[in-house]
């Protein structure tokens, strides 16, 4: 477990745990659960942005989901300023939600598409009361487009009529409508093409220059991660396999996984890069984890021990973490 700092952090989650019960047919008893996030602790200072990557089905996505209570947590504790938000009710839950906004993956799916674009982001001021007349809402509204890039005019236009980054600036401006201090982005530009990305990513880092707010951005690129990230957290089977500084964990990575994920970073000289590290076999299933390291079963220094062991998140170097028996 990474050690929970003496002063408050902005987020603290510990021990947080997302299992999803499988039954047999539709009044059936449970036959077992799927583990999706087991046991992750971390923290986010303000202003700060934590890197969290992994492959396609690690976790990342529930476990972003769960902080902003759009997934109930199974276990643990979620505290955003110093208050556990992991079991508050709705109503309690909607008052915090002027703390931490999240952006989501699909930038088309995330927008109600019979809602104009003003509609859309005036809803926040709504439902937060922060826009007490017509005047001061519209105002807002196209301050706020002005802010990620768009004409004030679009306010009328319809979802439909934007192009993929454009839509995607949509939600980081209805985001930022209630000035958060904490914005979860999960997987903001995966969908959109590569000069776009660059786009959407200077805008989220002038943002927090501006604004000081955090970012739990969530990727699979770690290139990316790197780029827009202080810390990084690694995912693997709904658990953290390493955790660190950025530029530590790209460039001496302790974790096999890690180092086989930044082995797939493409390289402008493949002649000078590292080695491609091809895994074996695919991600064991969640809802029958191998016992000992998760890793074990695709990992090619795997001793004995790590098919019996399951290894703790220790400290290999000053605030860098890993979970292999085998890391120094």
Same mark, same amino acid.
């Given at each position: 477990? !990474?050690?929970?700092?003496?002063?408050?952090?902005? /987020?603290?989650?510990?021990?947080?745990?997302?299992?999803?019960?499988?039954?047999?047919?539709?009044?059936?008893?449970? *036959?077992?659960?799927?583990?999706?996030?087991?046991?992750? #602790?971390?923290?986010?200072?303000?202003?700060?942005?934590?890197?969290?990557?992994?492959?396609?089905?690690?976790?990342?996505?529930?476990? &972003?989901?769960?902080?902003?209570?759009?997934?109930?947590?199974?276990?643990? &504790?979620?505290? =955003?300023?110093?208050?556990?938000?992991?079991? /508050?009710?709705?109503?309690?839950?909607?008052?915090?939600?002027?703390? +931490?906004?999240? !952006?989501?993956?699909?930038?088309?799916?995330?927008?109600?598409?019979?809602?104009?674009?003003?509609?859309?982001?005036?809803? &926040?001021?709504? !439902?937060?009361? /922060?826009?007490?007349?017509?005047?001061?809402?519209?105002? *807002?509204?196209?301050? %706020?487009?002005?802010?990620?890039? %768009?004409?004030?005019?679009?306010?009328? *236009?319809?979802?439909?009529?934007?192009?993929?980054?454009? *839509?995607?600036?949509?939600?980081?401006?209805?985001?930022?409508?209630?000035?958060?201090? =904490?914005?979860? +982005?999960?997987?903001?530009?995966?969908?959109?093409?590569?000069?776009?990305? $660059?786009?959407?990513?200077?805008? /989220?880092?002038?943002?927090?220059?501006?604004?000081?707010?955090?970012?739990?951005?969530?990727?699979?690129?770690?290139?990316?991660?790197?780029?827009?990230?202080?810390?990084?957290?690694?995912?693997?089977?709904?658990?953290?396999?390493? +955790?660190?500084?950025?530029?530590?964990?790209?460039?001496?990575?302790?974790?096999?996984?890690?180092?086989?994920?930044? &082995?797939?970073?493409?390289?402008?000289?493949?002649?000078?890069?590292?080695?491609? @590290?091809? %895994?074996?076999?695919?991600?064991?299933?969640?809802?029958?984890?191998?016992?000992?390291?998760?890793?074990?079963?695709?990992?090619?220094?795997?001793?004995?021990?790590?098919? @019996?062991?399951?290894? $703790? %998140?220790?400290?290999? #170097?000053?605030?860098?973490?890993? $979970?292999?028996?085998?890391?120094?």
């Amino acid at each position: 477990m !990474i050690p929970i700092p003496q002063h408050q952090p902005l /987020l603290e989650v510990r021990h947080l745990k997302v299992h999803f019960p499988l039954r047999h047919g539709i009044f059936g008893g449970a *036959r077992g659960s799927v583990k999706a996030v087991d046991d992750v #602790s971390f923290t986010i200072e303000p202003g700060e942005t934590l890197g969290l990557v992994g492959e396609s089905g690690c976790g990342k996505t529930t476990l &972003s989901r769960a902080i902003v209570k759009l997934i109930e947590p199974t276990a643990g &504790s979620v505290w =955003l300023e110093g208050e556990d938000i992991a079991h /508050l009710g709705a109503a309690q839950m909607r008052a915090r939600r002027r703390v +931490c906004q999240m !952006i989501f993956q699909d930038p088309f799916s995330s927008l109600d598409p019979r809602m104009t674009i003003g509609q859309t982001i005036g809803e &926040s001021l709504d !439902i937060h009361r /922060l826009a007490p007349t017509v005047a001061l809402r519209q105002a *807002r509204i196209s301050e %706020l487009l002005t802010i990620v890039g %768009l004409d004030p005019v679009h306010a009328r *236009r319809y979802p439909h009529e934007f192009s993929g980054g454009q *839509r995607q600036r949509v939600g980081i401006a209805r985001a930022l409508a209630v000035s958060p201090k =904490l914005i979860v +982005c999960d997987e903001p530009v995966s969908a959109l093409d590569a000069s776009v990305q $660059a786009q959407i990513i200077n805008l /989220l880092q002038d943002l927090q220059r501006e604004r000081a707010v955090a970012y739990l951005f969530v990727a699979h690129d770690l290139a990316v991660i790197e780029h827009i990230s202080r810390r990084v957290m690694v995912m693997y089977l709904g658990k953290v396999v390493e +955790c660190g500084d950025a530029k530590a964990v790209v460039q001496t990575p302790k974790h096999p996984y890690t180092t086989a994920l930044i &082995s797939a970073v493409p390289q402008i000289n493949p002649a000078t890069g590292a080695r491609r @590290i091809i %895994l074996p076999g695919e991600m064991p299933s969640p809802l029958d984890p191998p016992k000992g390291c998760p890793f074990h079963p695709r990992c090619s220094i795997a001793e004995p021990r790590c098919r @019996i062991e399951p290894p $703790a %998140l220790r400290e290999i #170097s000053p605030a860098h973490f890993a $979970a292999c028996h085998l890391a120094r």
